[in-house]
Each structure stands twice: as C-alpha cells, then as structure tokens.
Nanobody
Framework: QVQLVESGGGLVQAGGSLRLSCAAS????????MGWFRQAPGKEREFVAT????????NYAESGKGRFTISRDNAKNTMYLEMKNLNPEDTAVYYC???????????????????WGQGTQVTVSS
C-alpha cells in the first residue's frame, strides 16, 4: 500500500510560481506512471500533467503547457510539479496520483489512477 503526501501549496500572487512535491512511502514509485490533477470548488477533478515511470515521457493539459513542468526523482520516491506564471484560474486543490500498473501509460482521467494523496491547496490572487 502506497501513501502519497503532497506539499508546497500556498497563496501566491498572479504571475508567481510554486513547486509542488508528492512524496511516497510504502512502495517504490519507480515502476509506475504518475499524474497531477486539480479540483476547484464546484468543479470536477481535472487532469494537469502526467509522467512515465522513468520520467522520459510527459503529457500536459492545454491549460498548463508552457507554464507547468512535471518531473520525478525516483531515488527520492518523489514527484514534482513546477508551476510558473500562475493565474487565478489555477486556484484549486492539487492532487498527485499513481497508476495501478503500467510504466508508460500516460492517462488523463482520474479513474485511471488507483492511489491518491490528500491534496494541497494552491490559491492565486489577482
């Protein structure tokens, strides 16, 4: 059983940056594709970015392309999301998630992920 813990969220002004981390315990992440999702109040959880097990392949939602960078350090069992040029529409709770299997399958829907963290709040003020 893997436990995922997000950190790094907070309050930032528009145009600012944040780096989110997702630390895992209980199981190595190195064999699994991972993803970041977010959920704003009153909205469904939406895809942000995904990364293959090795880190060689990534995919981003259109909203984050050019601004967000997903990465991972398998030696530290940790995944990251670097976010730049944030805007108020990025305000949400951000979740990391692990695929149940498949090192290369970059899925974009929440139901394709089996393990989730508790989330970290990101608030961007205008």
């Amino acid at each position: 059983q893997v436990q995922l813990v997000e950190s790094g969220g907070g309050l930032v002004q528009a145009g600012g940056s944040l780096r989110l981390s997702c630390a895992a315990s209980g199981r190595t992440l190195s064999n699994y594709a991972m993803g970041w999702f977010r959920q704003a109040p009153g909205k469904e959880r939406e895809f942000v970015a995904t990364i293959s097990a090795s880190g060689s392949f990534t995919n981003y939602a259109e909203s984050g392309k050019g601004r967000f960078t997903i990465s991972r350090d398998n030696a530290k069992n940790t995944m990251y999301l670097e976010m730049k040029n944030l805007n108020p529409e990025d305000t949400a709770v951000y979740y990391c998630a692990k695929r149940p299997f498949g090192p290369l399958q970059l899925r974009v829907t929440p139901r394709d992920y089996a393990s989730w963290g508790q989330g970290t709040q990101v608030t961007v003020s205008s």
